[in-house]
């Protein structure tokens, strides 16, 4: 063993959490070193090469809000982007793109290798040093040790990786890279317990080999909108097109009669799936009464003759596939590239970390991404940026950033995360935030950039473009309220020309607005005084008017939230003292270790009995202490 | 400051003097709403005000009323205490019209958590709160459960799954827009959340009869002077309390009197005789008499049926409460025939009797009973709903469906749509105590084939 070098933060793996962290670590000032197992797996999208949708392109937005790279990147490599539930409403309105396998990795790595204070070094760790109970720094399978005051270990799918096709089972990260095969042991001598997660990818066919001129095309719809908050548009390129097609009964069949070798259903593998990701196989026997599934066909990139077939995810052997992609209309004649597998890893039980993402038994030492027991990449980049964030507090001795509930789906994800665990890979839904209506897409830097701007993530130009933003939208909101409008005839006209009803007496704009069938550029038309808006701020605006009650009433619901939220539970606070709770919520209590009273409330096991209890105790300390 | 809760807030007791108790931001303005002062006006000096409280018209009770301004309060908030003394119903009454106004029932024991929670409470008293919180917690959730009857539980959560699987279907449609899902059929949305509304309203219909079982009913004779009506009660009551003479208007006062009709409490009234009168004790107890029937659950009004039948009575005939018109002295010669009173008397059947000779005084008491408690329930059924909290909840279920239907009307959007069914399930969820965060994702992924 060698030292190898003294930083400040070392990042355990380069892939959508491992990225995220290291950037906002080097760009709050602190000496960041990344290690990689192999520097080709950089940013690296092994399973389909699509980013965002509902829930996840919040994600992906917040992330942006706060100064993290992710749609800086997706929005670079995007092949197309589309418009998800445009007639749903404001909340739940999103975009999801599919993006450039290639170009996405090669612009992740040149921005981590262009980034002051980063350094990125191939390397397998294999153990995390502590000695006393202070966190050390890391050691590689060659000997090497870095130094460091704070690990962020991000090894999404690859800790004890295990690859599973039919009958074949070998030791493996994603797409054939190395797994991390001793890594595992180290942290369970430091006294983590982990749980062995599953998840799965489709076969990838050659685009040379399959008949499109059958299947229904499906194009990008964003004319332009991207991800990222800080450029209107993005550059205009050629788009390529997505497919669609569907099962038959021929694959049904096919997947029916050799169920008996698929190793989902022989025994072979043990980690927990997602029900987010289920394999073919999963999907055709558990609802057997489906006639047809659904199968897109996504390019992985402009020059690149892989094709991955979505919704054909499979771990059954190579044979079989073979005979399941080939019954598909259009495909008769596919040529596999890679053969789709299962691969099983090892994941940590999160609720050993806190909020911070922080672990609880080691000081400076963190934990992001897929290891946590999420699946995504958005959801990985998410925590990752949390993480990479949290570190450099930490050096810094000061209070780590934790966004609650109310304030972004960053939030929802690392308290459920930290809050109930997970029993399966967790995937970011709309439904499962609370306060919906307020974290919307749209208002994602809003609700967060004066947040990335004190951490130093966000710049000077783009805090004044929000600032600015936010003026324009208030401005509007303020005119719409006070401006009225008088049924003149030339008013009349063009108002009849909008199908929303017809105008009696004067009537503020604002109300106006509220009709379903009027945007703000409607209203603008009757009254050009209003300012000029972009598409974001329009939609904005209209949210705001339209949905006013319900956001005033979620607003509510959040004060009542933040009373308990605010309700600190100290670290050190000792729940076995407690007279008066029940057992299952003091076994509960002792191993989440709630940092408030509210946090407290949502564990399972703690009933609102019990909450009393701990806010008797924690006023009465509070008493004592002042 | 807090949210404005309110409770009854002394042991209810037959008869007794109850206290509707209000602590939070928002007491003042559903006290300025509710009360009107007799005399002087309701000030933050904390004397007690008397006047009535007025619901759209009605007078509910009459009560003193007393305003606590913060801070130096048993909650450290604005608090208004109404002294009520007509008994239980006024008082439950009044409960329901602060909750109508915007106050939400109080959970047990938070008033004394509010006093904690606010330092009004010092520490040596901590452990002490800390025992009859979470015994009267713990013991109000198991009587919580043990109120839930017959099919009441399987009733609610037959609603609550077919809520459940309206929202599993928005929420999937949200969740997985590219997915190959049934799309939201916005035609039976509607009808959908209007049965089950409807079966809440039936709930709730039904929790009224429970409210009568467990807590009385407020029946009134009402009638022209010297028609029998002191006779009536003294045979209802089965013994003599009302001075009875055959001077009009002997009964000046009301009389009231509890009694137990098969096992239903009743209090019984019995007015000075409605007629327009020049003597000023009369007028006065004619008004009250009539304010009393306003209030009232059930009017028994009775005739003398040896006379024409007078303007009075048929001004009275228009009260719209249920209950039962008694054509009294049908052992003298009629005024006016049983064909033409059926006809006349809509809102109570008409029914001769005889409180001399005791003709069809059997036939009265039975359907007395079948008024209060509607004829068409069978009798061996009990009502369902008997909890404040429970009819609470049922109600809040029903207002946020109502809000679903008017925002599909309006044309919003499903996921402002499924904000309101989502409060109407998490409403019926909290009668049952059942349901969990994840809940609706697991029926998602139960129900619908997802993912790539």
Not at chain 1, 191 to 212: E, N, V, Y
Not at chain 1, 456 to 475: D, P, T, V
Not at chain 2, 342 to 357: A, E, G, H, T, Y
Request: hydrophobic share 40%.
């Amino acid at each position: 063993m060698y030292l190898a070098g003294k930083y400040d933060v070392i990042v355990v793996g380069a892939g959508h959490a491992g990225c995220e962290a290291a950037f906002a670590a080097a760009q709050m000032g602190k000496k960041t070193l990344v290690l990689t197992i192999s520097i080709d797996a950089v940013a690296l999208m092994p399973c389909n090469p699509s980013v965002g949708g509902p829930a996840k392109a919040h994600l992906v937005r917040e992330i942006d809000a706060l100064g993290g790279m992710m749609a800086k990147i997706v929005d670079k490599a995007a092949i197309q982007i589309r418009r998800l539930n445009t007639g749903k409403g404001a909340a739940v309105q999103a975009l999801r793109a599919q993006d450039d396998k290639k170009i996405y990795h090669k612009e992740m790595l040149s921005a981590l290798t262009e980034t002051k204070n980063i350094e990125l070094r191939q390397a397998l760790v294999e153990e995390i040093v502590v000695k006393d109970g202070q966190l050390q720094g890391v050691v590689t399978e060659t000997g090497a040790f870095f130094c460091s005051g704070a690990v962020i270990v991000t090894t999404g799918t690859y800790l004890r990786g295990k690859i599973v096709i039919g009958e074949t089972q070998f030791s493996s990260g994603p797409s054939g890279y190395r797994p991390a095969a001793n890594l595992t042991k180290s942290l369970q001598k430091l006294g983590f317990s982990l749980q062995r997660f599953k998840t799965g990818t489709p076969p990838r066919i050659a685009k040379s080999s399959i008949d499109f001129s059958k299947m229904a095309i499906q194009r990008g719809d964003s004319e332009g909108r991207g991800f990222s908050h800080w450029q209107e548009r993005i550059p205009q390129r050629e788009e390529l097109p997505c497919y669609l097609l569907y099962t038959n009964a021929d694959t049904h069949r096919i997947i029916a009669e050799n169920v008996s070798r698929a190793p989902l259903f022989s025994g072979s593998i043990e980690g927990r799936g997602p029900r987010y990701c289920p394999s073919v196989e999963d999907k055709v026997m558990r609802f057997s009464h489906r006639e047809r599934h659904q199968v897109f066909l996504e390019p992985e990139g402009w020059d690149n003759p892989e094709i991955y077939v979505q919704g054909m995810s499979t771990s059954m052997p190579e044979d079989i596939q073979e005979k399941m992609i080939r019954s598909l209309e259009g495909m008769e004649n596919a040529r596999f590239i890679r053969p789709g597998y299962a691969i099983e890893y090892d994941a940590l039980d999160p609720l050993q970390l806190k909020p911070s993402l922080e672990s609880k038994i080691i000081n400076g030492l963190f934990f992001a991404g897929q290891v946590n027991g999420t699946s995504g990449y958005e959801e990985a980049s998410a925590q990752g940026l949390i993480a990479g964030i949290n570190s450099v507090l930490h050096l810094d001795n000061k209070k780590p950033l934790i966004l609650d509930r109310s304030q972004a789906y960053i939030g929802v994800l690392i308290d459920d995360l930290i809050t109930l665990g997970t029993a399966e890979p967790y995937r970011m839904m709309t439904s499962r935030a609370e306060y919906r209506l307020i974290l919307r897409h749209d208002n994602a830097d809003i609700r967060l950039t004066e947040i990335g701007y004190k951490l130093g993530l966000i710049s000077e130009g783009q805090y004044q473009q929000y600032l600015s933003k936010a003026e324009r939208i208030k401005k509007a909101a303020d005119q719409l309220l006070c401006l009225e409008i008088t049924p003149k005839e030339q008013i009349i006209t063009k108002f009849e020309m909008f199908g929303a009803g017809t105008l009696k007496g004067p009537i503020s704009l604002e109300k106006l607005l509220r009709r379903p069938q009027l945007t703000y550029n409607h209203i603008r038309e009757l009254n050009p005084s209003l300012p000029v808006l972009s598409e974001d701020e329009a939609r904005e605006v209209e949210a705001q008017i339209k949905y006013a009650g319900y956001i005033q009433k979620q607003l509510r619901q959040i004060e009542q939230f933040h009373k308990n939220e605010k309700r600190e539970i100290p670290e050190d606070f000792n729940f076995n003292r407690i007279k008066g709770l029940s057992g299952e919520a003091l076994e509960k209590l002792q191993k989440v270790q709630p940092i408030s009273l509210g946090q407290a409330a949502r564990i399972s096991g703690v009933t609102p009995a019990d909450s009393v209890v701990l806010l008797i105790a924690l006023e009465k300390l509070g008493r004592q202490s002042r | 400051m807090n949210d404005t809760i309110s409770a009854i807030s002394t042991p209810v007791g037959e008869g007794g003097i109850g206290i509707v108790r209000m602590s939070g931001t928002d007491v003042k303005r559903i006290i300025d709403d509710i009360f009107s002062p007799a005399g002087e006006i309701l000030t933050a000096d904390k004397k007690l005000v008397y006047g009535k409280i007025v619901s759209a018209g009605e007078i509910i009770d009459e009560v003193l009323v007393s305003f606590h301004p913060k801070p130096n309060t048993y909650t450290r908030e604005d608090i208004v205490e109404i002294n009520c003394h007509g008994g239980v119903i006024p008082l439950r009454r009044i409960l329901m019209l602060t909750l109508e106004k915007g106050a939400r029932l109080a959970e047990p024991g938070e008033f004394t958590r509010r006093a904690f929670e606010n330092g009004r409470i010092d520490l040596s008293q901590a452990e002490a709160v800390m025992d009859l919180v979470v015994s009267s917690t713990n013991l109000s959730a198991a009587a919580a459960v043990r109120q839930l009857r017959g099919g009441l539980k399987e009733g609610i959560e037959r609603l609550r799954s077919r809520l459940l699987d309206i929202l599993a279907e928005i929420e999937a449609v949200i969740d997985y827009p590219e997915e190959d899902l049934p799309a939201v059929n916005e035609d039976l949305l509607p009808e959908k959340l209007k049965v089950i509304s409807r079966e809440i309203i039936n709930m709730l219909a039904d929790g009224e009869r429970g409210r009568l079982i467990r807590e009385g009913a407020e029946m009134v004779i009402v009638g022209l002077p010297n028609a029998g009506k002191s006779s009536l009660l003294n045979h209802l009551l089965q013994r003599k309390k009302a001075i009875v003479s055959d001077i009009p208007g002997t009964t000046r006062d009301i009389v009231e009197e509890d009694f137990n009709l098969n096992g239903i409490p009743v209090r019984l009234a019995d007015t000075a005789g409605i007629r327009e009168t020049g003597d000023i004790i009369e007028m006065e107890g004619v008004k009250l008499a009539r304010e009393r029937a306003q209030a009232a659950d059930l009017i028994l009004h009775i005739i003398d049926g040896s006379k024409k039948l007078s303007k009075e009575d048929v001004t009275l005939s228009a009260l719209p409460q249920k209950g039962l018109t008694l054509i009294n002295k049908n052992d003298l010669p009629q005024g006016f025939s049983l064909g033409d009173a059926k006809k006349f008397f809509v809102n109570r059947p008409p029914l001769q009797i005889s409180l001399v000779d005791g003709k069809n005084l059997e036939l009265l008491d039975k359907m007395l009973e079948q008024q209060l408690l509607g004829s068409n329930i069978k009798e061996t059924e009990p009502p369902l709903v008997t909890n404040i909290r429970h009819l609470e909840c049922l109600k809040n279920a029903n207002n946020s469906l109502s809000d679903a239907l008017s925002a599909l009307q309006n044309g919003m959007p499903y996921d402002i749509i499924s904000i309101d069914i989502k409060d109407a399930w998490n409403s019926l969820g909290s009668i049952t105590g059942l349901g969990s965060p994840t809940e609706i994702i697991d029926h998602i992924f139960r129900r619908f084939c997802l993912g790539k």
